[in-house]
């Protein structure tokens, strides 16, 4: 039974100064969750960015994807240029020929007897080369729309590799706010489970004392624990962090600095403007806009096949020893020819229609685009206030947990509360710290999450200092190549 008239005996130690003191860590910790390290080597929320951008693997393999892409304008380019071939042979070639010879029958001689056999050898060695020239003058405009389909696929690739950028920004951004966040949580969990142990300590002294019960014991046992468990969590959600920060950035998190959210001058002023701007920039969209021109392309390219076709070939001729040892022949010739297509046992036909369904299904690929960017843009806006308003709602939690704490000690100095309700007081601050720094990793990803939805999340964007990657380079470097198996970059 508590006593409301006068003090509780086990209420000394929770008004003790030197607790007091004691917790002004606890709540410091809660201050260290994105300015944790001095600012001389702190690592910053720009600099992982632009580490993630110059190295991360997968944009380094969509970068490669895009340059393979590149090639295909080369070669659809080559059905403009001449077919050349040189073809070589030499031999060796042997004849014995036996033919009779008539001669003068002499005296004693019958006609059979005067007939003999002549022999014959003869040896060449035949050789030659044919060099043959082929240009093409019309192919019912195979090579012009392939051409074509070839630059809107280098396009849709370079707007997917611009998708594949903003991802892997944003993936890196949350993981360094996933580090600062599990640290920081860590940090107050540990001081958590110090201040418990000081608190089952002094429960146990002052029950042998007898100024409190065996079950203010089993209640700061209990809390114990729990917090005890919390931290062994908050470690390994930290552990998982860190491994998904390697991964992402390429590097071990280390001093991590304070991360800050997006510009407000980046982000859209409301979430009509963003899913305007969106629907304009998103690369998603544009590379399925770009992959229905190449569908429609494709059509065309098919059907090309079912039209005349002309082309020039023209070969030169020298051959040695055809017939006898030592001949000589000289030949060229020069050939127009004229090719019309009258029946291709229907392959050409089922492959146009096969590229119009193709056509259709890029088309709807493209509203699936549209409709995912609407809901992401949605979505990351709706994310965002909730942030905002989250850290609000915490911070006036804050307040008003830290004002509740400190009337529960008073009221159990004064006999009036357990020490159950002040360890609650202060699990509820905790906890109110806790979705503070949550809140404050959940802003800084929408804002992030934001600027991908409308299409604009990019290194140049962010202004992050590191070197911008230009596909167009490569592509100005291979489009126009007639040969040559090294890249530019030289393998």
Known sequence: ?????????????????????????????????????????????????????????????QRAQVRAVDETVPQALSGYRPRAQLQTDAGAQFQRERSPEERTIGDGEDESTAQTRRIQRRTTLPRGAELSVEQNLFDGGRTKNSVRQAESQVLAARETLRNAEQNVLLDAATAYMDVLRDQAVLDLQRANVKLLEETLSQARERYTAGQVTRTDIAQAEARLASGRAQVNLAGANLNTSRARYRQIIGAEPRSLAQGAPVSDKLLPRNAVDGVRIALAQHPAIRAALYGVDAAELEVRVVKSALYPAVSLAAGLVPRYDSEVRNDRLRGASSTLQLTVPIYERGEVYARTRQAKESTSQRRAEAEIARDEVRAALSTAWSVLEAAKAQIDSSQTQIQANEIVLKGVREEAQAGQRTTLEVLNAQQELLNARVSLTTAHRDQVVASYALLLATGRLSARALGLGAKVYEPKQHFDQVKDRWGGLTTPTGR
């Open 1 to 61: 039974r508590i006593r409301r008239h006068k003090p509780s005996p086990n209420a000394a130690w929770i008004m003790d100064p030197r607790m007091t003191k004691r917790l002004f860590p606890f709540w410091l910790a809660a201050l260290v969750m994105f300015s944790n390290v001095a600012q001389g080597s702190a690592e910053t929320l720009s600099g992982a960015l632009a580490r993630a951008y110059g190295a991360n693997p997968q944009l380094n393999a």
